[in-house]
């Protein structure tokens, strides 16, 4: 009977039991006690020269959050021996729930079910007889409803492990809802010995934070990295939500990534298919960076930056490049934050360059509706490059009040459009846009109304809320396909088009 077991049933329904298995087995007992006594006896000594005591149970990584979601999260730990174990979870210390970890093995994950949407929860790892870890708290992912998120954005953290650990205090105090880093976590991907310092430099932040990592060249593929982390979809690509943002990890280092692979089929589907108003991309290699070591990217460029102005991403983070730069192309905010422990590098400005600067440090975000703030952090905890995103509308009214009438005018059919650039316009009673959503047409009520669907206009207008109905007696019923909360419509306002720089050499690093 073991530590876990023990809390689930109460002591009191152990006790019970052990008292059953007494008044069963008194009599047999009794016979086999003097078979034992004479044997402990006469094997005595022989025990004393070569007993080996148990080695008892301590953590060597974590535990750590992996996975979070709005309603689960997964908390993964490594112990120095096999064993069973469980995690105790709740919205307070007194806990509540218990997960089981699978099987007696070493490293465990737990999964936490049923949980709610950005709230915080209490948890400790329990093993045995031994009570793994203290109290340490982690919050879910926000749901769609939440306007505001927080995350650190950062990479390229092997090497200086000093360095290293005082960025990953300074991370944690600044109590980030999440992490996502841009790759290259460690020296050697395939030496245990880097991933035990790895976990050792964020052993804090990583009790607290939920890490969603993508993959850099030193990680060289290994199979430590996938048996480490527990991460969504196939674990080398994958996407996930929180509050108002869409966030998507790639592998631009060892999976295909070019039109006609699997990865990029899958990221265009992916970036057309949510409904996030923010998109924020995160991958190893940098597609815009300017330095005398290194510089941009240019097959990730010329490969995905198009996917990424084609769908609106407005954030694409990397690393590789040890230092910071931020760099402005195409109405994408393309980030280098490659300064988490690696040795540094020098920087250049280039035509795109909004920001520069070799130092270590991580990125703050934060998004609030329409508003997305961030701030880089040197290891001195001084902070430089402020600068803030917006989705920037201005108001469009109709001619006249359409709320109140009840007269279709028109039938609401989506027609494809991959660049639209034109205010959109209602032709023969057709609004024209990008088609997305809908597979068959709708009666307008009133013209177009303020309640539901938002056209996706890459550079061009935004349409927000329309209401429409499904035929003509639908006066008050109406399907809502947004969650913005802005009414009436909306110019999309990018940046001028920047012209191109000179050619420069393939990346190859």
Known sequence: MYTVERWAMGTAGVRKSSVMLKKRL????????????SLVAISAPWASRHAVAAEPIRL??????????????????????????AVAYGTTTAYGSLSLADG????????????????????????EETELSSDATFKTLAGPKSAKISFVAWGDNRTNHSIHRGLALQVKQAEPDFVINVGDLVESGKRMSDWDAFFEDEKELLLTAPLYPALGNQEEDSPLYFSLFALPGNERWYSFDSGPAHFVALDVVFSDYGPGSEQYAWLERDLRETARPWKIVFAHY??????SFRGSALAVREALAPLFEKYGVQVVFGGHNHHYQRNLANGVTYIVTGGGGAPLHPVAIGPWTAYAETT????KISIDGNTLSSVAVRADGSEFDPFTLSLKIAPFAPEEPVINSLAPVGILEMVSCQRCHDPFRLTNKRLVSYGWKFHRPFIVRGGIALAALVLLLVGGWWAWHLKIGKGKTDHAKGKTYSQSHTLGSARLEQPARD???????????
């Not at 940098?286 to 330095?291: A, G, T």
Request: charged content about 15%; hydrophobic content about 40%.
């Open 26 to 37: 008194a009599m047999p007992v009794a016979v086999v006690l003097v078979w034992l006594i």
């Open 60 to 85: 060597t990584k974590g535990p750590y959050i992996q996975n979070a979601t709005v309603d689960s999260a997964l908390v993964c730990w490594e112990a120095n021996v096999p064993h069973s174990g």
């Open 104 to 127: 007696r093995d070493r490293g465990h994950c737990a999964r936490l079910d049923g949980l709610q949407a950005y709230t915080v929860y209490h948890y400790k790892v329990l093993a």
């Open 286 to 291: 940098p597609p815009y960076d300017f330095s």
């Open 360 to 363: 270590y440090h991580f990125v």
């Open 499 to 509: 012209s191109k720089p000179a050619g420069r050499r393939r990346h190859t690093g």
